[in-house]
C-alpha cells in the first residue's frame, strides 16, 4: 500500500528519503511527533511504534528532517533504549531543543525495574549522535512527556505530565534544574470539564507542549483519554495562570492516544499529531501527520480536522 514513488525509492536505494502525504512516513510506525525547526529545515523526532504491537512496544526513536515539508529524509534511529544504561522499557514521547550550541533531548523511559523517568541527552548535531547528559533519571516521579520551553529571558522549563501536570526551572546547562518540582494545579477554567470521571475532573490527559507566540504562552495537550483530542489553553507567564480555550482536533478512530507538537516554518503554521490511518494502525501502531494552519486574528487556533493517507 506504500505509494509508487516509496516503492521505486526503495528498489534504487534510496529508502533513506520519503515523500509524504499524510500520514509523513507511510513505511514504518511513528507516534508522539517533536518537530523542531533548525537551520532551515524541519527536524522531526519520533517515537516508533513496533509492526504488529498490541502494546506499546518502543525501542528507539526517528528523525526525520526536510526543507520543504513534501521530501522527508528519515535519518534512521536517532536514538534508543541502551543510550541510558538505567533504562529498560518505554522509548516514549520526547522533545529536542537547542541552546549553547548543543542539541538536549528529554525523553521519558522506564527505569530498570522502576518506574517512568525522565532522562537528558545531548549532542552536538541535531543529527547526533546523542549520549547520556547525566548518566542518571533528570527527574524521576513516575510520569511521562517532558516538553521544554525556553522564554525571553533565557529561562527554561521543562514540562510534564500524565496524570498530572508538572514542571522545573531548567540551569543554562540544561541537564539539571534549581528549586524543586512545581504541580500545576488542574482547575476546570484552566484545562476545561472532563465529564464523568471523578479522579480527573479537567480535559487534560498527557503531552503537553508550550510555547509562546505574540507575548501569549500556549499549551497544547491531549484530552480526555480514551480516546483523545487535542486540546489548547493560554498562559500569561510561562508558569501560568491558563485558561482552558478548547478543541483543536477532534479524536480519532483508530488511536486511542495523540500527541501535539506545533512549529512555524516559512512564515506557515504547522500542527503535527499521531493518527492510526497507515493500514494495520491501532493505539500502538500509530503514524504522525501533519497539517498547516492559520491562526484566527485574536491568536486563537481554530479546530484542525486530521487527515489520512
Ligand atoms: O507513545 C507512548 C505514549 O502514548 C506517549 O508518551 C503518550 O503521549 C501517548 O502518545
Redesign the pocket.
Known sequence: LAPLCLILSALLGLASFVRADNPIVQTIYT??PAPVVYNGRVYLFT?H?EDGSTT?T?KDWRLFSSADMVNWQHHGIAMNLTTFAWADL?A??GQVIPRNGKFYWYV?VRRRGGSMAIGVAVSNSITGPYSDAIGKPLVENGQ??PTVFIDDDGQAYMYWG?PGLYYVKLNQDMTSYSGSVSQITLTTAGFGTRNGNAERPTTFE??PWVYKRNGVYYMIY?ANCCSEDLRYSTGTSAVGPWTYKGVIMPSQGASF???PGIVEFNGTSYFFY?NGALPGGSGYT?SVAVENFKYNSDGTIPQIPWTSG
Request: hydrophobic fraction near 40%; charge should be negative.
Open positions: 507516534a508522539d517515537g511504534d506499546f518502543m518505554n516514549w514521547a521519558p511521562i512527556d500524565n498527557e503531552a491531549a492516544t495523540n500527541h499521531h500509530r
